[in-house]
């Protein structure tokens, strides 16, 4: 029901920035919790940043500081501004979304997932 395309990865050198957006669609929804995840070779999958609906976030340890987690309501969109990037940063970072539908039924829905890559 609920779509959402990640998009903004790419090659980047250590030091670097980069901005990713994930942009959700579909039939009549309401986002509630909004995420981003990222998984390495070889490693599981780990909670980067969240935001709630009315803009309260949270952060991985590993990321603190350095990362942006932030929403625009209005357009669907959620976006991680990721600064400093250090190699140990590359992954592929899915994004993450807890919704209600049309009948207020909570749902879940995840991104395709875009490559980040932090080396030189």
């Known amino acids: 029901q609920v779509q959402l395309v990640e998009s903004g990865g790419d090659l980047v050198r250590p030091g670097g920035s980069l901005r990713l957006s994930c942009a959700a669609s579909?039939?009549?929804?309401?986002?509630?919790?909004m995420g981003w995840y990222r998984q390495a070779p070889g490693k599981q999958r780990e909670l980067v940043a969240v935001?709630?609906?009315?803009?309260?976030?949270n952060y991985a340890d590993s990321v603190k500081g350095r990362f942006t987690i932030s929403r625009d309501n209005a357009k669907n969109t959620v976006y991680l501004q990721m600064n400093s990037l250090k190699p140990e940063d590359t992954a592929v970072y899915y994004c993450?979304?807890?919704?209600?539908?049309?009948?207020?039924?909570?749902?879940?829905?995840w991104g395709q997932g875009t490559q980040v890559t932090v080396s030189s």
């Open positions: 993450n979304a807890d919704y209600l539908d049309f009948w207020f039924r909570k749902k879940g829905s």
């Open positions: 935001i709630t609906r009315d803009g309260n976030t």
């Open positions: 579909g039939s009549t929804f309401r986002l509630n919790d």
